[in-house]
Every structure is written in structure tokens, then in C-alpha cells.
């Protein structure tokens, strides 16, 4: 039995007490000086984090409405851009694009391996129009974290504009956004910010903003020039998710107590422990070896059928209380997912484990049990798992 | 000395502490049944209090998005459509149609003043390839709540699409959907719902589904169609404000504790209670005395120049802990508002008068002190107000 539910699935994150309490403060005037000193420190906050200098703006929408608004204010109608997509989101993406008008060339890496840069210098090669490349950092679907530094030296080497989706990567997996170049980075509150959903956060480079000025798709609620305007004044252009502000700024000083590179070390170490118990008991992992996200991991159904492994899961959240993600679009039925990002530790790695491997062994999956918290334990010390593995059946 | 600040703009509401509570819960899977059951109860409750049996669609976004989502989903580009504004945000609206490239007719009326049911009728006969009408229900800048039942007699009668932005009436000023037969409703979680910022919702008639079959304009993050087919599975399109949404929910059971017609009665007795006190100090109410807002009250500078105005307001926020709302746009320095939706009741009216009565006093604006109270509790017995007043130097 579980006292509380132990929500495990790529975003939204579980919430620090901390964050929680800073999220219940009192409602403040959006206009006023109170909201100022607010936007002021998670501005701060988030560029420290993401390592840049640029501004980053906020919006009131989810991760999806920061993709969009890299749509609308880099590119026009007819424009053909290039779309570098790993899984769903990366898919959502080009859909978003095209339902604009933009002319997306559409690079889709077979779902769980990752874009091969080399690809990327091909087709910029033989589309010399194309003046700007949208790519996913850390694809939630398929577990799969692109190599952005190499990317990013691709594009940036031939002087284009790079957008990216770190939804569920940025403040968790290592993003040099000023060092790479990179020009918009799109991320949001409920990923490794651990505040609840509701708050885009975009980081805009003086060439994005440029660009923006010459694109001539429509928008207003997403208008990076708009929102620059007010946020100059420590203001929003609409009303901000003050809750979600408050969450994310207390969200950020735990980041920065802990130290930016502390939480990318904790994330690596985290990952690695759960790729490390899941492979003991024989699961297999779904993303390819040398690009598996430190946020996600994804395995492949274990239980045969996709009923057996909504039952698997039934039965963790249920008796468990641990609540992990199905897959989505065609990889429904086809794997699951844990989430182990923001708000995450080595013990909650141990829980998680050991709940998994009782649910397994209970649904008949795994021949014994006890391997799998040993092999992330020797992860989290950094030694080679144990040899042998549980098989599952 | 306040203990708490006392927040009285026209949104962000103050929270109730069973709202605060409520939106403090832990963070659940937005794909999960836990979800769903949220999803629904919040939903069914807004068809309650809208009086509509029509969809209410949710989108994480400010009422602005909402709003936004009115423009991209009814119309196509060099359209003509009939905007009717009576302050800021009716104009935001169409400057977001023009930038849409919507051929917008806009019917302002003087600031303070509401529109005049006979101009629509006679625009709309000169104009008879307008199909889609956009109106402001209550105008937080300038304190005036249209007509909308005489509005919609009119727009209706003619066949018309009507969509009206209830941003900061909805839940307080009475709004019956489906009655007038209104497509589309605008409201956003901080404002009567009690709850804070960062969810607008959206109720949509078929009719304005059928339109939006039609309409040419892109849109991928505000699509009502898109949004309409995870509603049916009480999901929704992209991560929702989950926090936002436990806040919603119980502000919702509030108002239904309460009584829909009861939640707006208490609004009408407050907006007549402030009114009342207001004026027995000599101070001059903005609108125009047939069309006054029961949620926000903007009231003429007392105080002579813009800078002796906000000296005034920084003298209530800092000594008496009262955080009033300035003047918008060209209202700034010329007028300044108290806020009175949500969560307000009697003996908030009776701090904010006895507050804002000191202040004048002591900033030399007021001879007698001790009349504003008595005359909102006049008001508040239904009695009519003492005929004395202090005079406004």
C-alpha cells in the first residue's frame, strides 16, 4: 500500500513540499511592484539555468504553446524549413507547421535512434533556402535525447537558425543555449522546473528576434516582440500564471542551491540507475544505446499484449500507487514509460524499482525477484551492474 | 497596518482558503483517470454556471488566449466582422482581428458608455455580409457591462454569430448562454472563478463549431475542433494547468454551495455597496450610471494631477495594505478602479471603504470622514443612501 501516489511519468513532475507552500502564497496584482520582484528572479533564474543571456519570455500555455510560438514568429507562409522529429513531439512539430502553410521538410530518425547530424548537413547541402532548423533536445515518447551540440554545430556552421525543444530536457540534461547558438529554446513548468503545468518559458536570441521581424505568419497571444515590449517592465503582455510563477521560482532556487551541474550529475546518475535496474530484470530498453534520455525511459511491453501491460500498469498504480505513462501514438500497447525527472532522487529511484519488479513478478513476468535495486545501487556508485539478470520470461 | 494585503484590482481575484488548499494537492497525471474525474466535474460545473449545455473548452492560456481563440477559429482573413467596444479590451480584440487580417468593423462606444443595441441594428443592416459579432460583456477598463441580452436580441434576430468575451463578468454578472443563444463565451479562471490565473474557458455553441469548419485562419493551439476530440475523453489537446484546474474545481463547489443566482446577487449587492460609499464621499463614478459593472468600480481622479492619483494608491497599498487598480491606456492618471469579483463580500466592502475614506482624508482630498460605510450599508440593507455627503476639495 502507498500513503500517497507516486506520480513517475515524463512530466508533469511531483511537486517539492517547498514548491507547493511558495505556490500557495497569496494572489498578487500582475501590475504591480510585488509582481515585478517575481518575474524579475525567475527571468534571472531561468537564464542562469539555461545558460544564456538572452531574454526569456513567459507565457501562459503549456509546452505545446512555446513550440507553437516558435512557428509563428520565425517563419512564413511557403517558407521551407527543416524539422529534425524523433518521435511525437518532434511529429507535432511538422504538423503544427504545416497546418500554418510552412513548407516543412520533414527528418524523422526511426522511432528510439536519434538524428544523425550528418543527415542534417545533407539536406541543409541540397536546400541551401532553408534558414531555419527546428529540433526536439529530449523526445518524451521515445526516450530518445538528441546529441544538440553536434546539431547545433551543423547548423549553426552554415549560419541558420536554431530552434529548439527542450520541453523535457532543459534545467535536467546538460543546454549550453549561448554556447551552441542556439536561438530559441522552448521549455515549460511542469518538466525539471518542478512547478505544476501552465507556464511556457521561450528563450529568444537577437537574430530570433530579427527573424521575427521579417515573419510574416500571423500572431498576437504568442508575439515575441510583443512580449519583449512589457517584459522590459517586468510586466507580462497578458496575465500571467502568477501560481505557477511563484512554483517556478521556488522550483529555481532549489535548482540553483543544488548547482546547475549538480542537478544535470543527479539526472545522469538517476538515469543510469534506472536503465541499469530495468536491464537487470531483463526488460529491454526501448531507446537506442547511445542517445537514452536522462529524463525518460521508455521499455518495451514486457507482457505480451497491450491489455497485459494496462494490466501491469493498472496493478502498479493501484496496488503500488506508482503511476508510469503508456506509450503514445503507434507505440501505444508497445511500451511504457517512467518519468524521472525534476523532482527526483536516489531513493525515489529505489521505490520506483522495487515496486516495478513486485508488479512484474506478481503478473507472472519475472522468474525472481531482488536483482533490480542491487543492479541501480551499483549505478548510483557508479560500478558495472551485477551479471546476471532475472530474464523475463 | 494589514496583516495580509488586501488585492481589489478586476483580477487576479483574492483565493478563498479552501481554494488555496484545493489547488495545493499533489500533482496527478494528466493522462489518468484521476485526471478525468477533474476534467469532468470542472467541465460540467462551468456548463452550470454558464447556463449552457454547449462544450466548455479549456485551454491553458489567459483570457487573451481565450479571446485570441474566438478570432482564429470563426474567422478568415479579409472577412468582415462587427467588433463592439466599449474600453481596452474590446479594442485589444479587434487590433488581434486586424493583425489576423480581418476586415473588422468596430463600433466603439465613449469610454464609460455601453453599446446602444439600435447602432448594431443599423450596422448590420448596412453590412449584411457581416455573419460573426464580437462584444464585450463587462469592460474591466472602464467599468461598464453591456446589454447583452438586448445585444443578442439584435445579433440573433438577425441570424448572426455572437461571441461575447465575459472575461471578468462570467460567474458574477448574470449570463444566460443558452437563453440568448450566444456561440461563444470567454471567461478565464482569475476573475469570478475565484481561482488563479493561467486557464480560459471557452464555451462553444455548434453553430460556432460549424463556423469554425468554415473559418480559413491557422490555428493549431486554440483549435476548438482539435480540443473538442480530447474533451470527449475528458482530456485535453495539450498539458493542462492541473494546479489551476484543482483551484477551478473548488471555486466551482463554492459557487454551487452558494447558488448561481445568489453568487450573482452578492455581486449585485457589493457593486451597489461600493458605489453607494463611493459616492456618498463625493467621488465621481466612470461609467455611465445605467451600464455600471458590479465587479469592477473605476472611479475619477480625485486627486488632481496623475502623479497626486498615485501617490493616493501607493499610499493605500503601503499603509492601509489595499491594492487598487490605476487607469488603462489613456485612462492612466485619469482614473483609478477597485476590483470587487470573485472573492468579496460584505465586510470586504465595508475594509476597502473605511480604507480608501482614511486615505483621502489624509491626503487632504476629503473633509468629513465617516460617511462612506454607513452609506454602503445603507445599500447594503436596500435602503436608499444618506443623502449628506463629504465633498471631494
Known sequence: ???????????????????????????????????????????????????????????PASGTGGMESAIVNLLSPGERALFLSVGSFGDRWVEMANIYGVDAVK??????????????????AENPEIEKVFVTHNETSTGVTNDIPAIASVVKGRGKLLAVDSVSGASCIPLETDALGIDVVVT??????????????????????????KAKLPRVYFDYHRERKFQANNQTYTTPPVSVMYAVQEG?????????????????RVGAMIRAGVEAAGLRLFAAAAHRSDTVTPIHNPAGTPEELSQLTGLLRTRYGLVLAGGQGDLKGRI???????????????????SLELALSERGLLSRVGLMVPAAQAAARGAAAPAETAGVR
Open 336 to 354: 511504457f514509460r517512467i518519468g524521472h525527472l525534476g523532482f527526483i532522487d536516489e531513493g525515489a529511484v529505489y521505490a520506483i524499482l522495487a
Open 188 to 213: 515549460g513548468s511542469q518538466k525539471g522546473w518542478m512547478a505544476p503545468p501552465g507556464l511556457a518559458m521561450v528563450a529568444v536570441s537577437p537574430a530570433a528576434y530579427a527573424a521575427a521581424e
Open 252 to 268: 529555481l532556487r532549489m535548482i540553483l542551491e543544488e548547482g546547475v551541474e549538480n542537478v544535470w550529475a543527479r539526472h545522469a
Open 1 to 59: 500500500m502507498a500513503l500517497e501516489q507516486q506520480l513517475r511519468v515524463p512530466g508533469p513532475t511531483p511537486l517539492p513540499q517547498r514548491v507547493v507552500r511558495s505556490a500557495s502564497r497569496p494572489m498578487i496584482n500582475h501590475r504591480g511592484p510585488e509582481f515585478a520582484e517575481l518575474m524579475s528572479e525567475v527571468c534571472s533564474g531561468l537564464k542562469t539555468v539555461l545558460r544564456t543571456d538572452n531574454d526569456v519570455l513567459l507565457f
Open 107 to 124: 527528418l524523422r530518425a526511426p522511432s528510439g535512434e536519434a538524428i544523425d547530424p550528418e543527415d542534417v548537413e545533407r539536406i541543409l
